[in-house]
Each structure stands twice: as C-alpha cells, then as structure tokens.
C-alpha cells in the first residue's frame, strides 16, 4: 500500500486547488471592468462559439475545444509559473462571465451558477486541479534538488489530459442535444 502514498498525498490538493480555481473565478466576475473590455471580452467570446458552430462534424468541436484545453494543461503543469497560469486562465473565465451577463442583460450570478450546473465545469476544474497540483510538486521538487516522481507525474497528466477530453466530448454532446430540443 505504500506505494499509492505519493498519489494519495497529491490527491488531497485537489479540492484545495479546485477551490482556489473556483476563487479566481468568483474575483474575475466580481471586479469592476471598463464597458470597453467587457464588450471586446464578448466578441471575442461569440466569435470562438461561432467557431465552433461552424464545425462540420462534432469530433471536430471536440478537436478544438480539447486541443485548446490540452495547452492549458501542459501551461499549468509548468515548475514555478504554473499558479501563474492557473490564476490568469480563471480570472479570465470570470471576467468571461461578467462580459456575458453585461452584454446579454443577465445575471452574472445566475451565469455563474449555470457555469457550475453544468458537469463538464467540473471535469475541467479536476483536471485544472490535477495539473495545478504536478506544478506545485514539480516546484517543490526543483528546490528541494531531489528527482521528481516523472512516472507518477505523467501519468497523472494523461489522466488530466482524459478527464479534458470527457469533458470537451460531454460539451458538444450537450449543446447538440439542446439544439435539437429547441423550437
């Protein structure tokens, strides 16, 4: 058993990193932003749904929604700037987020809480946690000048890597299916 000891110490990080995730959310929705930045934060929004609209197939979609995720990943598994990462990735979401509920009249609360309905948001955020957490250890390890686990690390970060792709797939599947089913 001692040897799922590493794993099981790593694995009590993640809900400590989802929450800070979840966090940078919550501040990116929350701060005061000029109509300029939300408005452009919104085209910018609108033209990566078009983009992935205009998908011929739904594997396609999945392609570039996980693609974009998978460099996402390997930024946030990165010794020392990874937090960095994490924290400019979130804080962007939330500000995402309030752009939408500026531009569209709505709620950023209630966006935020469809955001959180939605189980492919915490797909991402397990697999964010996952990577944020190989970053931390792989920093730890440099200053500490002992090798890093790398077998336990990559494995890890192809489990991240799936959990992206589950939930890049249960993305597309869901708006396909809510596109049929409305009017």
Known sequence: MDELAPLKQRAKSYP???GLLLATVIAGASVPAPAGVLKEL?????????SLASAKAPDEAV???FSYNAFTLLALS???????FAAYAAFSLGLTVK????????SALALALSLLAA????????????????????TAAVLQRRAPALELMLALLVLA???????????????????????
């Open 63 to 65: 392609y570039q929604i």
């Open 99 to 106: 752009a939408v509920a500026y531009v569209e009249a709505k």
């Open 42 to 50: 919104y085209a910018q929004y609108k033209a990566r749904l078009e």
């Open 119 to 138: 189980p492919s948001t915490w797909l991402y955020m397990l697999s964010y946690a996952i990577a944020l957490t190989e970053s931390t250890w792989l």
């Open 161 to 183: 890597a799936a959990l992206s792709l589950l939930s890049a797939t249960l993305d597309v599947s869901l708006a396909a299916l809510s596109s049929r089913a409305a009017p």
């Open 16 to 18: 400590v990193m989802v």
């Open 78 to 84: 990165a010794p020392f700037l990874g937090p960095l």
